[in-house]
């Protein structure tokens, strides 16, 4: 059975560094959609970053560009997001998801969600 497991969230301050993981349990063919999304108390789904399956593209929300950044390892079956200069607005509960016709992130597409990992951002 495919399934995502996030890992990596925990307390950090303002300003610092953390990088979540997301392994796949098994290998998915024939190509992927992979990526981060967010939500936060009260607040709707966000998609935060992805790498899109039918050409590599990777995609950021503006609220993250600049500081955050998707990367994948295909031998460990594993997608990180390295996430710099965090702010409080940040914190989260993470959330890796699949999409597996290759298409774009879209909260209302992925195909399979992981538990979420959750991100404290505070002094």
């Known amino acids: 059975q495919l399934q995502l497991v996030e890992s990596g969230g925990h307390l950090v301050q303002p300003g610092g560094s953390l990088r979540l993981s997301c392994v796949v349990s098994?290998?998915?063919?024939?190509?992927?959609?992979i990526g981060w999304f967010r939500q936060a108390p009260g607040k709707e789904r966000e998609a935060v970053s992805c790498?899109?399956?039918?050409?590599?593209?990777?995609r950021y929300a503006d609220s993250v560009k600049g500081r955050f950044t998707i990367s994948r390892d295909k031998s460990k079956n594993t997608v990180y997001l390295q996430m710099n200069s965090l702010k409080p607005e940040d914190a989260a509960v993470y959330y890796c998801?699949?999409?597996?016709?290759?298409?774009?992130?879209?909260?209302?597409?992925?195909?399979?969600w992981g538990n979420g990992t959750l991100v404290t951002v505070s002094s």
């Open positions: 998801a699949l999409r597996a016709d290759g298409l774009m992130c879209h909260s209302g597409g992925m195909d399979l």
């Open positions: 098994e290998i998915f063919l024939p190509y992927y959609t």
């Open positions: 790498i899109q399956g039918v050409d590599d593209r990777e």
